[in-house]
């Protein structure tokens, strides 16, 4: 079993919800992963019928993406989004637990790329439900995302040493004290390996 | 060269629809820009406008198009898309960017009028407009200066605020007009 960083979690809404103009609000989706995500997709039935696609909410904003022609159906979501908002927010206080998986679930952009920047692919690391904050963080801490980081933050220090007077007394900076032995070895590995 | 980003989740219009074959067209381009529409186009969602929303954030534009999946979650086989759009200065033809914080900036009412654009409730009350999971924060009644009393309310909210709010959430820039294919780069399958 594991864990999909778009992973849902569904809300039943039948007897809290109102509906009505022939739509009944049937469950509304939101993220199991990252629940302060301000999205979700509320499924219903029209006249009776299960409709195959859900309507998109915004959760912050409190109302509906998508719309009905109908006006007396629109006046209908106008009136449940914000009900559906305020009966989905307690789901919603709950920790973003997605971090880890949300550094490689996607690719970089090209604009990246094309910076000189590591690119990862597809990659895309699935943990296991139950494995533990430190274990997710170590499977996390090897991708070349973090070198990326790392390399952007030696790039921004260097810059600022430029910058700097060469007479200065030299201060010892936080930021320029960010890389380590361990970042150098990660940075030798991911160049060798693109 | 700025890149600006488009999520388009599973179900949904500009899913179905290839913008790299038809470019990004607003849903009602003859009508009228005014701010009043700008407004509600970011902060009610209003569907008949003539702005296209793109944002400067990948993030913003990926958690769009993996969270709002309208027809169940994106999957390999079928995966939501984010747009990357490269508009170079000189805009194209026909097309317009509005920075909407900016534009919302130059008219926003001067400090010394009676109405303002600004809330007059508590420091937290901003987070109740931020996220929707902490609304308490918009109900929480505002103090009244000494000797208190008075009708008890919460704080106000303007449409200029909230719009202001939303589209920094966002990284929004609109396009007012038709964005062509020559400018939409390419697509990333998101899942």
């Known amino acids: 079993m594991s864990t ?3 992973e849902r979690l569904a809300i039943a809404l039948p007897g809290e919800i109102e509906g009505g103009a022939g739509i009944e609000f049937l469950f509304v989706e939101v993220s199991k992963v990252f629940p302060s995500m301000p999205f979700a997709v509320v499924h219903y039935e029209e006249n009776g019928k299960r409709a195959p696609l859900g309507l998109r909410l ?4 409190r109302v509906f993406l998508d719309h009905f022609n109908d006006k007396a159906k629109e006046e209908v979501l106008s009136r449940a989004a914000p009900e559906i908002c305020a009966f989905v927010g307690p789901s919603r206080q709950g920790k973003d637990r997605g971090h880890n998986l949300f550094i490689s679930a996607y690719t970089l952009p090209e604009s990246l790329v094309r910076a000189g ?8 690391i699935e943990i296991p439900v139950g494995v533990s904050e430190k274990k997710a963080n170590a499977a996390s801490m090897s991708l070349p995302w973090d070198s990326l980081d790392t390399n952007l933050v030696k790039a921004e220090s260097n810059k600022k040493k430029k910058l700097s007077t060469k007479n200065r007394a030299r201060k010892p900076n936080v930021a320029t004290a960010i890389p380590m032995p361990r970042a150098k070895r990660q940075r030798q590995k991911v160049q060798s390996k693109y | 060269m700025p890149i600006f980003y488009r999520g388009a989740a599973v179900g949904t219009w500009w899913h179905k629809r290839d913008a790299r074959k038809f470019g990004f067209t607003p849903n009602n381009p003859g ?3 005014t701010s009043d529409r700008l407004m509600n186009h970011i902060a009610r969602g209003t569907v008949s406008s003539p702005y296209v929303s793109l944002t400067r954030s990948y993030s913003v534009a990926w958690s769009y198009a993996t969270f709002a999946s309208r027809g169940g979650l994106p999957t390999a086989r079928r995966p ?10 000189p805009c194209p033809r026909g097309l317009e960017l509005i920075d909407p914080v900016k534009e919302l900036g130059k008219m926003l009412p001067d400090p010394l009028e009676t109405n303002s654009y600004q809330h007059d409730g508590l420091p937290s009350f901003l987070l109740g407009v931020v996220d929707s999971s902490m609304v308490h924060h918009l109900h929480a009644p505002i103090l009244h200066p000494p000797p208190g009393g008075g009708t008890s ?3 106000l909210l ?18 007012l007009g038709t964005i062509p294919t020559s400018c939409i780069r390419t697509r990333y399958k998101v899942y």
Do not use: C, F, W
């Open chain 1, 4 to 6: 999909n960083i778009s």
């Open chain 1, 58 to 61: 915004d959760l912050d904003k």
């Open chain 1, 117 to 124: 920047a590591p690119h990862t692919g597809v990659q895309r």
């Open chain 2, 31 to 33: 009508i009228e820009a």
């Open chain 2, 80 to 89: 939501a898309y984010v747009y990357e759009i490269e508009i170079n200065n």
């Open chain 2, 153 to 155: 309310r919460p704080a």
């Open chain 2, 158 to 175: 303007s449409l200029q605020l909230e719009t202001l709010i939303r589209a920094m959430r966002d990284a929004e820039i609109l396009a």
